[in-house]
């Protein structure tokens, strides 16, 4: 009798690729679920859920992204300062002026599974408003969204 073994990534074993992602003129929640999957390393046969086996992904023109049926003005963010009466609103057209990554960045965090993996995952991400990134010597390979 046969039994199948499920293959568990050891640390060693996992490569890691750089990829990158131009944002310009894409809709944040469809570029946020293939961003996640990478991110995580779903797109491998070496995935295991309880490890870190994910690749690195830049975001380049993070603050030109496109809302779609007037999203801009009526999505909104909140924050609570722990204060009675301290909830904070912002909407994603002021966010996207105040902070041009952030909106993006939210929309991924959201997308990742709440545990300690979450906050080591994340750290893998990289964003930038325009065009223009540090990390050329990687090479990072295109990533179509």
């Known amino acids: 009798m046969t039994t199948q073994k499920t293959h568990i990534a050891k640390e060693a074993e996992i490569q890691r690729k750089w990829y990158i992602v131009d944002a310009k003129d894409k809709v944040p929640g469809r570029i946020a679920t293939k961003i996640a999957d990478v ?9 295991s859920p309880h490890m870190d086996c994910g690749d690195f992904v830049i975001v380049i023109n993070a603050g030109k992204i496109a809302f779609t049926a007037g999203k801009e003005n009526s999505k909104k963010y909140y924050r609570h300062s722990g204060f009675p009466g301290g909830l904070k609103t912002i909407t994603a057209k002021e966010l996207l002026v105040k902070k041009p990554t952030e ?5 991924i965090r959201g997308m990742l599974p709440v545990n300690k993996l979450r906050d080591v995952v994340i750290k893998k991400l990289k ?3 325009d065009e223009n990134h540090p990390h050329a010597s990687q090479q990072p390979i295109t990533l179509e969204v």
């Open 39 to 47: 991110l995580r390393g779903k797109n491998k046969p070496i995935f």
């Open 103 to 107: 909106v993006l960045k939210l929309a």
């Open 127 to 129: 964003l930038y408003p």
